[in-house]
């Protein structure tokens, strides 16, 4: 069974009308360019918005002729590409649809995706041809759908970036069908020296930027930043990159990546590392304690390594 759409502002079932979803108060919801307008306005994601329609396919596997997004779907959710055939799924925080290319392309499930960020657009132009894909601009606290609706619900490389962490991961169960389960992975807290870091220690000040204009400070720095960071990591003093203002490069990306391509993504990563208004990574257990606490079960907290030698942090339950 579909999963029923509703107007998360006063729970009225949405139906499709043409180009719009209609409640039966009247009140219409637009779609454009292919994704449904639950909210249409400036907001503190703005910054993802700016990035993706910048960096449309540089993410994407089948762009760049890689499966590093394919290795980390699968190895961080463990499903089996057959077992998800006519399963309805939810993602959230789709940006410009690296995780949605997977689904769509690896596997037969129904998906529903949608970002606060006109991302949501990108993914759009990206992924738009399945008729397995249905697109929204929303927030994660006001989704459009009835809770108890999906098989799968994942999250990935999102939560730390919305204003309440758990509050939006308790907006993710919500959206769980007894029995189905829940996939987040997110920033993790390793250690007091964590935050002892170039990102940390300039946010104050980068998130404040207007985009351009960051976007214009990292593109003129790139060259430099690459080659220091290269440098100190030949003289063993990997440790030290971590006071340079450019994303972690050696856990970050495949080795396989050209020398344009490298400059690409760092300017990318670098660009998302900088401008988001939140950035709030936690401890893996206390992801799992939050699980455990809305009473899910088989809740797993780990690392999980993809594409060689990256890591991301995971926590899986049951609802």
């Not at 590409?81 to 290319?101: I, P, T, Y």
């Not at 397995?132 to 970036?161: T, W």
């Not at 401890?283 to 993809?306: D, N």
Request: proline share 4%.
């Amino acid at each position: 069974m579909e999963p029923v759409l509703v107007n998360p502002y006063n729970q009225q079932p949405l139906s499709e009308q043409g180009q719009k979803l209609v409640d039966s108060s009247g009140n219409e919801f637009l779609k454009i360019e292919g994704v449904y307008k639950i909210v249409n306005q400036p907001n503190y994601t703005d910054n993802f918005g700016f990035q993706w329609h910048k960096f449309q396919k540089t993410q994407l596997d089948e762009t760049n002729n890689i499966d590093l997004t394919e290795d980390r779907f699968f190895k961080s959710t463990g499903w089996d590409k057959e077992d998800l055939s006519g399963r309805s799924m939810l993602e959230v925080g789709c940006g410009a649809g690296r995780f949605s290319e997977i689904v769509l392309n690896k596997t037969k499930a129904s998906l529903y995706s949608l970002d606060y960020s006109s991302a949501v657009e990108v993914n759009y132009k990206n992924n738009g041809k399945s008729d397995r894909l249905k697109l929204f601009q929303a927030s994660i606290y006001e989704m459009p759908f009835k809770d108890n609706s999906f098989d799968k619900v994942f999250c990935f490389g999102v939560l730390q970036h919305t204003p309440d962490f758990k509050k939006s991961v308790n907006a993710l169960i919500d959206k769980a069908k007894p029995g189905g389960e829940i996939i987040v992975d997110f920033y993790p807290i390793k250690g007091w020296w964590t935050k002892v870091h170039a990102k940390y220690l300039l946010r104050p000040w980068t998130k404040k930027m207007s985009n351009e204009q960051l976007l214009q400070r990292i593109e003129k720095r790139a060259d430099a930043m690459i080659a220091a960071y290269q440098w100190l990591y030949k003289l063993k003093l990997g440790f030290l990159t971590r006071f340079i203002p450019i994303c972690d490069i050696k856990n970050t990306f495949p080795a396989s990546l050209s020398k344009e391509e490298l400059r690409n993504w760092v300017i990318l990563d670098t660009f998302d590392m900088f401008s988001p208004e939140y950035d709030n990574p936690q401890k893996i257990a206390t992801v799992v304690r939050w699980f455990k606490e809305r009473g899910l079960h088989q809740v797993k907290g780990e690392f999980i390594s993809y594409g060689g030698t990256l890591q991301t942090a995971v926590v899986r339950g049951i609802k």
